[in-house]
C-alpha cells in the first residue's frame, strides 16, 4: 500500500521524508491555511522534498475556472496533481484537465456511484473521506474499499487515495482490504509506529546488557 502524507507543513514532511515511507502528499484548502504562508510557494516546496504525487485543490467552483487554476497549479512541478471536489461541475473539469494530460484527485467522495464517475471522467486519483463518513455513522472504510472494488474490476488509470483517516486502525483496514493508496496526518505516522512491548524489549535489552558489562 502507498502511504501519502496529509498535510501542509513542511518540517512534517521533512521528518516523514527522512523515514523512507512516504510516497506523497495530500494538501486541501484548510490544511494550506493553517500553515498561513503562500500557496505556491509551499506546493513548490513540498515537490521539492517528497519524489512523488503532490496534491494541490483549486478554489473556484465553476469549471471553467477549475481548469484555468488546474492548469496554472499543474505548471508548478511534474508531480502536482490538482484536487478536485467532487461536484459536476468538478466532473467537467476534471474530464477536460484529464484530456490536457493532468492528472487530478477527485476529493470529497463519499460513495462508490461518485468514485465510479470520477474514474469515468478520468481522474487519477479518488479520495472517499472514511473518517468523516464514520463521523455520521457510516462504514467509512468499508465504502472506501467498495469504491476500490469498482475501480478495480475496470481498466480505469486511476487509484483510490482513502482520506480522512483518523487513527492507526483506519491505516490497517485500509492496508487489510487492499486500498491503493491512505492519505494520513503525520501525528498517526507517529502512532503507528509506537507499541508499549517495543519499548520494554528495548529497555529489557540494554539492561541486560549493562549488566553484563558491569
Ligand atoms: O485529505 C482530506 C483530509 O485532510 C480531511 O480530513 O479529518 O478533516 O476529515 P478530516
Same mark, same amino acid.
Given at each position: 500500500m502507498q502511504i501519502f502524507l496529509d498535510t501542509a507543513n513542511i518540517e512534517e514532511i521533512r521528518q516523514a521524508a527522512e523515514l523512507g515511507v512516504i510516497d506523497g502528499v495530500t494538501t486541501n484548502p484548510s490544511l494550506i491555511a493553517k500553515e498561513k504562508r503562500d500557496f505556491i510557494a509551499t506546493i513548490r516546496e513540498i515537490? /521539492?522534498? *517528497?519524489?512523488g504525487p503532490i496534491s494541490a485543490e483549486v478554489i473556484s467552483l465553476n469549471a471553467d475556472e477549475m481548469v484555468a487554476e488546474g492548469r496554472k497549479l499543474a505548471e508548478i512541478h511534474e508531480n502536482v496533481v490538482v484536487k478536485v471536489p #467532487? &461536484?459536476?461541475d468538478g466532473l467537467k473539469a476534471t474530464y477536460a484537465l484529464s484530456q490536457d494530460d493532468i492528472d487530478v484527485n477527485m476529493t470529497l467522495i463519499f460513495s462508490p456511484n461518485q468514485a465510479l464517475l470520477a474514474a469515468k471522467a478520468g481522474a487519477r486519483y479518488i479520495s472517499p #473521506? %472514511?473518517?468523516?463518513l464514520d463521523d455520521i455513522g457510516q462504514?467509512? @472504510? %468499508? @465504502? %472506501?474499499s467498495q469504491c476500490q472494488d469498482i475501480i478495480s474490476s475496470y481498466d480505469y488509470d &486511476? /487509484? @483510490? @487515495?482513502a482520506a480522512s483517516i483518523r487513527h492507526t486502525q483506519h491505516v #490497517?483496514?485500509? %492496508?487489510?482490504e487492499g486500498i491503493d493508496i491512505a492519505t494520513i496526518? #503525520?501525528? *498517526?505516522l507517529l502512532q503507528m509506529m509506537k507499541h508499549p512491548l517495543t519499548d520494554i524489549g528495548i529497555e529489557q535489552f540494554l539492561n541486560d546488557w549493562k549488566n553484563a558489562n558491569k
Open positions: 515537490c /521539492e522534498i *517528497v519524489d #467532487f &461536484t459536476r #473521506f %472514511a473518517g468523516r462504514d467509512g @472504510i %468499508a @465504502i %472506501a &486511476t /487509484e @483510490i @487515495i #490497517f483496514l485500509c %492496508a487489510q496526518p #503525520f501525528k *498517526v
